[in-house]
């Protein structure tokens, strides 16, 4: 039994800048094989070139998690490149901050879609392809705090993240029995640019008053004192990509450096 995930085919989904990217790029470190997925074409290439520079393996292919066919390319792209898939991150999301009575029906489907559904399409596409490969098989969404506790002014972002902490469990009650793990990380509060997404839209618009005040109020209580760094999440990525963790499924790991104790 290892911990390692060298020449395991690994896709990270929203790696194309923030938590994804420092995922990607630690699992290359290790010797994974990469693919970079992204709505974003130019983060993804460039992540991917960079680990390429670092003496890594990488493409970058772009893709939209809420669009099937999107996915179903992704995957297929992947197994063209590395001949098999061993791990997939369902890690792209988006962040709105917005009070709780100010939140439209097109904010809930916004963040729905891409958190949310986003996640179900590539567990539904990335079983698919551990089935066809004869079962096993990594699967690790990006859940948050937001998915233990309801939090305002994110209600909409909380209940997405409760469905991915839902699909988690349900996915790994699915795919059991094909030796598939499903399990998910819950990061706490990240330095990354999500932050820059604003309560009037969702471009980044550059970092406002109002974010650095949400950031601020939610850094204040975490035990280990400090917001963390997106590489703050890279130690337990190879640990759910490896043979170490075959015999855990269904887990929502809170790696938050003590913000929430449940
Ligand atoms: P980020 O905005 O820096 O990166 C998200 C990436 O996802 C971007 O590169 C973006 O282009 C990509 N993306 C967005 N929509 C996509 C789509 N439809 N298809 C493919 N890619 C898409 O955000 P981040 O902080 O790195 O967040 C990554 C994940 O971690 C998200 O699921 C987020 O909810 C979660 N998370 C973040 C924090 C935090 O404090 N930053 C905390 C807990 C959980």
Redesign the pocket.
């Known amino acids: 039994m290892s911990n390692t995930v060298e020449n395991r085919s690994i896709i990270v989904?929203?790696?194309?800048?923030?938590?994804?990217?420092s995922i990607a790029e630690g699992l290359a470190k290790e010797g994974a094989r990469l693919v970079i997925?992204?709505?974003?074409s130019v983060?993804a290439e460039a992540t991917a070139a960079e680990i390429r520079d670092a003496g890594g393996q990488a493409i970058g292919i772009v893709?939209?998690?809420?669009d099937r066919a999107s996915v179903k390319a992704l995957i297929a792209r992947a197994v063209a490149e590395y001949g098999r898939l061993d791990a997939m991150f369902n890690?792209?999301?988006?962040?709105q901050v917005k009070q709780f009575n100010d939140i439209t029906e097109d904010d809930w489907y916004r963040v729905m879609d891409?958190?949310a559904m986003?996640v179900l399409i590539c567990i539904q596409e990335a079983s698919k392809q551990f089935i066809s490969q004869g079962g096993g098989g990594k699967i690790v969404n990006?859940?948050?705090?937001?998915g233990k506790q309801g939090y305002e002014p994110l209600a909409h972002?909380s209940a997405s993240?409760f469905a991915v902490v839902a699909l988690t469990q349900a996915a790994a009650r699915a795919f059991g029995k094909y030796k598939i793990n499903v399990n998910a990380i819950?990061?706490?509060?990240?330095?990354?640019?999500?932050?820059k997404?604003i309560d009037k839209g969702f471009k980044d618009e550059g970092l406002t008053n109002r974010d650095n005040e949400a950031f601020e109020g939610f850094s204040a209580d975490i035990l280990l004192g400090r917001a963390?760094r997106?590489d703050d999440l890279v130690g337990v990525s190879i640990f759910l990509a490896s043979e170490g963790s075959d015999y855990m499924t269904g887990q929502s790991m809170l790696v938050d450096g003590g913000m929430v104790l449940v």
Not at 186 to 195: I, K, S
């Open positions: 989904t929203g790696s194309g800048r923030g938590i994804g990217r997925a992204d709505i974003d983060t893709a939209d998690v809420t890690n792209a999301g988006i962040a891409i958190n986003g990006t859940a948050s705090i937001a972002y993240k819950c990061p706490g509060v990240v330095a990354t640019d999500m932050w997404l963390s997106p």
